[in-house]
């Protein structure tokens, strides 16, 4: 069973344009969100993390919107640049216990056109 | 500078084989973490380890096992490797009750020819 539903699969943008990637979530007791970004050859990197309290997390050109009673959250990249080319994951887990576990999304592999 | 590091960038291997990816992290970190990527199925959690020689399974145990004798270091074992474990194989710490997240290797790539 797939907890955290990731779309679209692929997206691509001109430079200068807003990339949007929406992820669902089915379990209500989740209560931390990250995105990972991850370059060609190397390891998913930590982007921007949210967690349910608020409805909007913004670090420079990356925002995350996020609608608690949809059980929905989305990244946000404002100026898309050709640098930001890459796969993005999102994921979804329980803050609390020793042995927390990432639930990760499909991925999206997005291309920003030059 | 936090590192997680992975023995191997590139590994092939013949059927039946059995093949060992070591993960070694500098942070003194308790949660290890051992997952597969392949395309449109994202990252899967293969293992996880909370503490020395705990460990405990994730989504998809089944064909690996893994060991933890120290700390810094997580190995994933394929008893008998598969074309079905032709993968991405990535490695991840986590620091026990911070609010950081995962910090992840650069990964193995595994061809079972």
């Known amino acids: 069973q797939q907890q955290v539903k990731q779309s679209p699969q692929s997206l691509i943008v001109q430079k200068g344009g807003i990339s949007i990637i929406n992820c669902a979530y089915e379990?209500?007791?989740?209560?931390?969100f990250p995105w990972y970004q991850q370059f060609p050859g190397k390891g998913p990197a930590l982007l921007i993390a949210i967690r349910p309290d608020v409805s909007e997390k913004k670090e420079g050109r990356f925002t995350i919107s996020f609608n608690k009673s949809a059980k929905q959250f989305s990244l946000h990249i404002m100026d898309s640049q050709p640098g930001d080319s890459a796969t993005y994951f999102c994921?979804?887990?329980?803050?609390?216990?020793?042995?927390?576990?990432?639930?990760f999304g499909s991925g999206t592999q997005l291309t920003v056109l030059p | 500078d936090v590192k997680v590091t992975q023995s191997s960038r590139y590994l092939v291997k013949r059927t039946g084989e059995k093949v060992f990816l070591e993960c070694v992290q500098d942070m003194d970190h308790e949660n290890m973490f051992w997952y597969r990527q392949d395309p449109g199925l994202g990252l899967r959690l293969i293992y996880f380890?909370?503490?020395?020689?705990?460990?405990e399974k994730g989504d998809i145990p089944e064909g690996y096992s893994v060991s933890r004798e120290k700390k810094e270091r997580f190995s994933l074992i394929l008893e008998s490797a598969s074309t079905n474990q032709t993968s991405m194989y990535l490695c991840?710490?986590?620091?026990?009750?911070?609010?950081?997240?995962?910090?992840f290797g650069p990964g193995t790539r595994l061809l079972v020819l």
């Open positions: 991840a710490s986590w620091h026990r009750g911070s609010q950081e997240t995962q910090y």
């Open positions: 994921a979804a887990t329980i803050s609390s216990g020793s042995a927390r576990q990432l639930t």
């Open positions: 380890s909370y503490d020395v020689k705990m460990k």
């Open positions: 379990n209500t007791a989740f209560d931390y």
